[in-house]
């Protein structure tokens, strides 16, 4: 996740520290730090300018415009521009108007915008010094910059163009856009989902350099008056909770304030609309993915429940999908709208003249909003950070903020009613040891660091004593971890923010060897005498297909066709553990023959999978207890024989043709 410094420490009390500072204390307590970028150095004249008036220039292969651009400079003439022979080219803008003219190829504004302009003596990120040059029978007094040509994203589609009253012409445009930021890019474990926002990262530097933090989800709500919209949730293993909050008399065309657009540029998302930009910014301040429908597109009442067979729903990349019957789906009379915590319908897509909009939070179940994206191979945004869990209680503050803004930035208004809908069962308390974490590490950590460091994190932590006498801490997660569920996870928090570099990297003493087995050292001489005879030993794919079998002509009582199914195969083909090695060693003989070799002799030594004629069924055994001798004999007896087999397989010449001799084919 890329992240502006300026926006992460927003929410801590940290003083003055830098950016190499902040990736530190990320490394220390177990984030990986990809990459820190300054934003690209910028020295000279950049300023904010206003396009006085645009001509288009004809007779070249791609649009050409000459801008006149104002730029608060009161020492320029009216009209500076010149033809390739040095006269002047006449009035290209309002005479009262002492502006620059400016060549530009982009077409993306129009008069009256505010853009950023390099002036003459500039310098852009990547060495770029812009002077005044004459260039399609015009001289360009300055450049008028892209985001990209800035530093501050990939995007160069068009001309940076600033929302009206963001600036006046001449101001300073480097204070404007912060181009003294860096980005660093944090790659948080999969296990942490909270971690893909900015609450929890800054939450987690809170804790790493023992300073105050902010919480941006810290909102009073309202009581809400009513419903915003009927919801009805008819699976609610899929969706323990959906709220809706809806805002009307939208200005559909306003604009997204600069302050939002260069936040969300940085961190790699495009801007969009105000209603989307919102919903994409609230994502990344919360970590919690919010969803808007138009609401004059909204047939009925919302339903939350699987997709039913034979439906279908074109998304918001104009892509008609097959739903599954696992797949979540919110649905209205007209059918599925918007496919769950992955990616909205086109039918309810918030248009330039959507004026009426509902704002959706949900907390979705984890594995099934995994399955769907990798089902429909739709990543977004949205589906990495469903998967791997959010905070349910964060929902109702998600489209308060969302709506809050978007009053305030959109003119419109909120609506009384909010839809609430769904229950989330509290975490569950955990409680271990209060010395575990010492015993675990094998350090003696300061009085009180367990406890402290569990608070930090946001647990409600009570201290007590079992009636043996132990000191016991009891720690009830935080709603937005749902990772915390035994005290080997309350350890780990606490070694990890006390330091990984604190324990020590003592090896224990290893025990004295028995030497080699019996079966050990008959493979390693059956290996060495084929070795010796010239063969080659190879590693091949240890699974099959059944069609295999087929290829061989065997019969279909025969024992080989006897095998064990994988479940979640490696390739969808070959779904069947190996009955006989020949099968990959034949394929790998292929591979090489396909690549020029023509006289190969190969062998492999590995485990071949022989289910008996009556397989016995696998028990499912728990976790919550020791297994015992009736159990472990169950297990014993489901496990397939699994003798070690050796095989060799040889094309072309087993002795090569020479001086020596004429050579001695492998058949």
């Given at each position: 996740?890329?992240?502006?410094?300026?926006?992460?420490?927003?929410?801590?009390?940290?003083?003055?520290?830098?950016?190499?500072?902040?990736?530190?204390?990320?490394v220390r307590i177990g984030m990986e730090i990809e990459d820190v970028q300054p934003l690209g150095e910028v020295t000279g004249p950049v300023v904010?300018?206003?396009?006085?008036?645009?001509?288009?220039?004809?007779?070249?292969?791609?649009?050409?415009?000459?801008?006149?651009?104002?730029?608060?400079?009161?020492?320029?003439?009216?009209?500076?521009?010149?033809?390739?022979?040095?006269?002047?080219?006449?009035?290209?803008?309002?005479?009262?108007?002492?502006?620059?003219?400016?060549?530009?190829?982009?077409?993306?504004?129009?008069?009256?915008?505010?853009?950023?302009?390099?002036?003459?003596?500039?310098?852009?990120?990547?060495?770029?010094?812009?002077?005044?040059?004459?260039?399609?029978?015009?001289?360009?007094?300055?450049?008028?910059?892209?985001?990209?040509?800035?530093?501050?994203?990939?995007?160069?589609?068009?001309?940076?163009?600033?929302?009206?009253?963001?600036?006046?012409?001449?101001?300073?445009?480097?204070?404007?856009?912060?181009?003294?930021?860096?980005?660093?890019?944090?790659?948080?474990?999969?296990?942490?989902?909270?971690?893909?926002?900015?609450?929890?990262?800054?939450?987690?530097?809170?804790?790493?350099?023992?300073?105050?933090?902010?919480?941006?989800?810290?909102?009073?709500?309202?009581?809400?008056?009513?419903?915003?919209?009927?919801?009805?949730?008819?699976d609610p293993s899929g969706c323990s909770r959906f709220v809706l909050r809806r805002i009307t008399g939208l200005d559909a065309g306003a604009p997204?304030?600069?302050?939002?657009?260069?936040?969300?540029?940085?961190?790699?998302?495009?801007?969009?609309?105000?209603?989307?930009?919102?919903?994409?910014?609230?994502?990344?301040?919360?970590?919690?993915?919010?969803?808007?429908?138009?609401?004059?597109?909204?047939?009925?009442?919302?339903?939350?429940?699987?997709?039913?067979?034979?439906?279908?729903?074109?998304?918001?990349?104009?892509?008609?999908?097959?739903?599954?019957?696992?797949?979540?789906?919110?649905?209205?009379?007209?059918?599925?709208?918007?496919?769950?915590?992955?990616?909205?319908?086109?039918?309810?897509?918030?248009?330039?003249?959507?004026?009426?909009?509902?704002?959706?939070?949900?907390?979705?179940?984890?594995?099934?909003?995994?399955?769907?994206?990798?089902?429909?191979?739709?990543?977004?945004?949205?589906?990495?950070?469903?998967?791997?869990?959010?905070?349910?209680?964060?929902?109702?503050?998600?489209?308060?903020?969302?709506?809050?803004?978007?009053?305030?930035?959109?003119?419109?208004?909120?609506?009384?009613?909010?839809?609430?809908?769904?229950?989330?069962?509290?975490?569950?308390?955990?409680?271990?040891?209060?010395?575990?974490?010492?015993?675990?590490?094998?350090?003696?950590?300061?009085?009180?660091?367990?406890?402290?460091?569990?608070?930090?994190?946001?647990?409600?932590?009570?201290?007590?004593?079992?009636?043996?006498?132990?000191?016991?801490?009891?720690?009830?997660?935080?709603?937005?971890?749902?990772?915390?569920?035994?005290?080997?996870?309350?350890?780990?928090?606490?070694?990890?923010?006390?330091?990984?570099?604190?324990?020590?990297?003592?090896?224990?003493?290893?025990?004295?060897?028995?030497?080699?087995?019996?079966?050990?050292?008959?493979?390693?001489?059956?290996?060495?005498?084929?070795?010796?005879?010239?063969?080659?030993?190879?590693?091949?794919?240890?699974?099959?297909?059944?069609?295999?079998?087929?290829?061989?002509?065997?019969?279909?009582?025969?024992?080989?066709?006897?095998?064990?199914?994988?479940?979640?195969?490696?390739?969808?083909?070959?779904?069947?553990?190996?009955?006989?090695?020949?099968?990959?060693?034949?394929?790998?003989?292929?591979?090489?023959?396909?690549?020029?070799?023509?006289?190969?002799?190969?062998?492999?030594?590995?485990?071949?999978?022989?289910?008996?004629?009556?397989?016995?069924?696998?028990?499912?055994?728990?976790?919550?207890?020791?297994?015992?001798?009736?159990?472990?004999?169950?297990?014993?007896?489901?496990?397939?024989?699994?003798?070690?087999?050796?095989?060799?397989?040889?094309?072309?010449?087993?002795?090569?043709?020479?001086?020596?001799?004429?050579?001695?084919?492998?058949?």
């Amino acid at each position: 996740m890329r992240v502006p410094v300026s926006w992460l420490t927003e929410h801590l009390d940290a003083g003055e520290i830098g950016p190499q500072e902040l990736a530190e204390a990320f490394v220390r307590i177990g984030m990986e730090i990809e990459d820190v970028q300054p934003l690209g150095e910028v020295t000279g004249p950049v300023v904010i300018g206003r396009v006085a008036a645009i001509e288009e220039l004809t007779g070249f292969k791609k649009p050409i415009r000459y801008c006149r651009v104002e730029t608060g400079e009161d020492d320029l003439p009216a009209d500076r521009s010149t033809d390739e022979d040095g006269s002047a080219a006449g009035d290209h803008g309002p005479d009262a108007l002492k502006t620059r003219g400016i060549v530009c190829g982009a077409t993306n504004f129009a008069e009256g915008d505010l853009v950023v302009v390099a002036l003459p003596g500039s310098v852009l990120p990547g060495g770029f010094a812009i002077a005044q040059r004459k260039t399609y029978g015009r001289v360009s007094d300055g450049m008028i910059c892209s985001a990209r040509e800035l530093g501050l994203g990939d995007d160069h589609n068009g001309i940076l163009v600033l929302p009206p009253a963001t600036a006046s012409p001449g101001d300073d445009a480097r204070a404007l856009l912060g181009l003294d930021d860096t980005v660093l890019d944090v790659v948080p474990t999969p296990d942490r989902g909270y971690a893909l926002s900015i609450r929890g990262l800054a939450r987690e530097l809170a804790c790493a350099l023992d300073v105050p933090f902010g919480d941006p989800a810290s909102l009073d709500l309202p009581e809400p008056e009513g419903e915003a919209w009927p919801v009805r949730i008819e699976d609610p293993s899929g969706c323990s909770r959906f709220v809706l909050r809806r805002i009307t008399g939208l200005d559909a065309g306003a604009p997204t304030p600069w302050w939002m657009r260069r936040r969300l540029m940085l961190a790699g998302i495009r801007s969009i609309s105000l209603a989307v930009d919102v919903t994409n910014y609230v994502m990344l301040e919360l970590g919690h993915p919010l969803h808007a429908f138009d609401t004059s597109s909204v047939k009925g009442d919302l339903v939350v429940r699987r997709a039913q067979p034979g439906e279908k729903l074109t998304t918001l990349d104009d892509v008609e999908r097959a739903l599954d019957p696992d797949d979540m789906v919110i649905a209205d009379d007209s059918g599925v709208i918007s496919l769950a915590g992955t990616m909205g319908g086109a039918s309810t897509e918030i248009t330039t003249e959507s004026t009426d909009v509902l704002i959706e939070a949900a907390h979705w179940d984890p594995p099934s909003i995994s399955r769907t994206a990798r089902r429909h191979k739709l990543f977004s945004e949205a589906a990495k950070r469903f998967e791997r869990f959010t905070d349910p209680q964060v929902c109702a503050v998600a489209v308060e903020l969302a709506a809050r803004l978007l009053r305030r930035y959109g003119d419109g208004s909120i609506q009384p009613g909010r839809t609430d809908v769904g229950h989330v069962e509290p975490n569950l308390p955990v409680t271990m040891p209060i010395d575990l974490p010492d015993r675990v590490a094998g350090v003696r950590y300061d009085r009180g660091a367990t406890v402290r460091r569990l608070g930090q994190i946001g647990c409600k932590v009570t201290v007590g004593t079992s009636d043996e006498g132990i000191a016991l801490v009891t720690a009830v997660p935080p709603s937005w971890r749902g990772d915390l569920l035994q005290p080997a996870d309350l350890v780990e928090e606490v070694l990890r923010l006390e330091g990984y570099d604190c324990i020590p990297s003592t090896l224990p003493p290893a025990p004295a060897g028995a030497g080699l087995t019996d079966t050990q050292r008959r493979g390693r001489t059956v290996s060495r005498a084929l070795a010796a005879a010239g063969y080659v030993e190879v590693l091949p794919f240890p699974f099959m297909s059944a069609e295999t079998w087929d290829a061989f002509g065997l019969p279909e009582d025969d024992v080989r066709r006897r095998t064990v199914k994988v479940q979640n195969p490696l390739e969808a083909d070959k779904d069947q553990m190996a009955s006989s090695l020949l099968p990959g060693l034949l394929e790998t003989l292929q591979r090489n023959v396909s690549r020029g070799f023509r006289d190969l002799a190969l062998f492999h030594i590995g485990q071949v999978v022989l289910p008996g004629a009556a397989p016995v069924r696998m028990p499912d055994l728990g976790v919550e207890h020791r297994p015992g001798d009736e159990e472990l004999a169950a297990l014993e007896a489901a496990v397939p024989a699994q003798p070690v087999h050796v095989a060799v397989v040889l094309t072309g010449q087993r002795q090569r043709s020479g001086w020596w001799g004429s050579g001695e084919a492998a058949s």
